[in-house]
């Protein structure tokens, strides 16, 4: 059993940026494989970044090269550090933590790009 809490999502003007945190609450962090999804009004639950237990990383396209994510295994905490935000990436973002045929969520921190 995980459990995931988010943090750092807010208002941030276009161009702006923010670094999302997520810590968990596990001994198996290590092995987990960590995502950061997101979900716009209207819209399904996307793929925004995922890294796997040995740092391998993998991202939408629509964030490629703007979005940098990372984990800390000493911390157990994985983050999302979001540059040159535009309005589209408005969205509820969602950790998640994959392994051993569970998968686990966080309750979502909201991130507004907005002028």
């Known amino acids: 059993q995980a459990q995931l809490v988010e943090s750092g999502g807010g208002l941030v003007q276009p161009g702006g940026s923010l670094r999302l945190s997520c810590a968990a609450s596990?001994?198996?962090?290590?092995?987990?494989?960590l995502g950061w999804y997101r979900q716009a009004p209207g819209k399904q639950r996307e793929l925004v970044a995922h890294?796997?237990?040995?740092?391998?990383?993998n991202y939408a396209d629509s964030v490629k090269g703007r979005f940098t994510i990372s984990r800390d295994n000493a911390k157990n905490t994985v983050y999302l550090q979001m540059n040159s935000l535009k309005a589209e990436d408005t969205a509820v973002y969602y950790c998640?933590?994959?392994?051993?045929?569970?998968?686990?969520w966080g309750q979502g921190t909201q991130v507004t790009v907005s002028s």
């Open positions: 890294i796997s237990p040995g740092g391998s990383t």
């Open positions: 998640n933590a994959q392994g051993g045929g569970a998968s686990y």
């Open positions: 596990t001994r198996l962090f290590n092995f987990y494989v």
